[in-house]
Every structure is written in C-alpha cells, then in structure tokens.
C-alpha cells in the first residue's frame, strides 16, 4: 500500500517561498508514476500545480509555472516543491499524489489514485 | 487550460434519494474524466476513471457515464457516508484541471 506523507513549515511570511515534501512509502518513486501536487484554498475547489516523473521531467499549471519548482530525491523516495512570491492567495492545503495510467475501452489516461493527508500553509506576515 | 463546470454548485437530498451531478468540459475530452469524493479535512478519493469505470472498492451505488464534453455522477441510494463534495477531473490533457466541485447535503 503506497503511503505519501507532505511536510513543511505552515507558515511562510509574504514575499517569501513555500517549501513542502512529500515522502512516499510502500513503493518506489522510481516506479512508472509521475507524482504531483495539488492545493484547496480553505472552502475552495482543488487546483492542480504540477509534476514529476522520476527521471526529472516536470509538467506545471501555467498560471503558477513562474514561480514554481518541482524536484525529486530518488535516494530519499520523496519528491519536492518550492512556490516562489508567495502571497495571501497561495495560502492553501497542499496534497502530494501519485497519478496513475490506465487503458480502457482502447484510450488510455491517467488518475490520482493516492494521496498524502495535506498539510495547510498559511501566508501570513 | 480545459474549464471544468459542476452542476449543481449544492444540493440537498435524503438517504435513499437518487442524486445526479453534472460536469461539463469547455472542450471535447473523450471520456478523459474522473470522478472524486472529497470529506471534510480528507483528501480526494477516487470514484471513478474514464468516465465510467468504478475503481476498486467503490460501491456499486456510484455510477459515471458520459462523453465528449458532458458527464454525469449518479449515485443510485444515497447512503449516510455519501455525504460529502464530488469533483470531476479531466485527464485528456496536461494541465490537469478540476470542477469547482458540488456539495451534498442532508435535506
């Protein structure tokens, strides 16, 4: 059973980066998943941020693609993310998850099928 | 970036009712579309794939069906644990984007 953990600090000052791990546990991060981050705002929807795969090759939202930075630690099994510029509206539960591919019918796609607890990050000074 | 839209926002039944929730793409996603529950201070869990596919352990009660760029979750008996806030996700492209989401409530 795979098992993803987030950590980090919860509070991040105005103008500052957000730092936050995710180890993962009961599987490999070398496996052939990509994994990625998630946010919801306190009362929101979710919105995606972006993703990994094992090799280094990244995917990310383009509305946050310049401020973000996704990277991993194959050594750790764990997978990283740095938000640049933070401000109040970064302030967020933010989920790490592994997505997984699956083919049906003859089309092939992908799910988030695992995720970590959250871990909410307020941007406060 | 594909714009997911939920229907509606909120809405109120009773355990036993039939609930129907919509999703609607901004674009043609094949069946490209997921469904999730999310409970509150939980993470997502996943319902359904490709639009119609129930993921391991799901209750039967939950179905998806759908094409193109409308979907629809139903759950056939509302159940006490049903109680929470469905998403529908689309994976027909990178970036991956969610509906704004649609609360059930007990009436």
């Known amino acids: 059973q795979v098992q993803l953990q987030e950590s980090g600090p919860g509070l991040v000052k105005p103008s500052g980066t957000l730092s936050l791990t995710c180890a993962v546990s009961?599987?490999?991060?070398?496996?052939?998943?990509?994994w990625s981050w998630v946010r919801q705002p306190p009362g929101k929807g979710l919105e995606w941020i972006g993703e990994?795969?094992?090799?280094?090759?990244?995917n990310y939202n383009p509305s946050l693609k310049s401020r973000v930075t996704i990277s991993v630690d194959k050594s750790k099994n764990q997978f990283s993310l740095k938000l640049s510029s933070v401000t109040a509206a970064d302030t967020a539960v933010y989920y790490c998850a592994r997505k997984e591919g699956y083919c049906s019918g003859g089309s092939c796609g992908y799910y988030f099928d695992y995720w970590g607890q959250g871990t909410l990050v307020t941007v406060s000074s | 970036d594909i714009q997911m839209t939920q229907s509606p926002s909120s809405l109120s039944a009773s355990v036993g009712d039939r609930v129907t929730i919509t999703c609607r793409a901004s674009q043609s996603i094949s069946n490209y579309l997921n469904w999730y529950q999310q409970k509150p201070g939980k993470a997502p869990k996943l319902l359904i794939y490709a639009a119609s596919s129930l993921q391991s352990g799901v209750p039967s009660r939950f179905s998806g069906s759908g094409s193109g760029t409308d979907f629809t979750l139903t759950i056939s008996s509302l159940q006490p644990e049903d109680f929470a806030t469905y998403y529908c996700q689309q994976s027909y492209s990178t970036s991956w984007t969610f509906g704004q989401g649609t609360k059930v409530e007990i009436k």
């Open positions: 990994i795969y094992h090799s280094g090759s990244t």
């Open positions: 009961g599987g490999s991060i070398s496996s052939s998943n990509w």
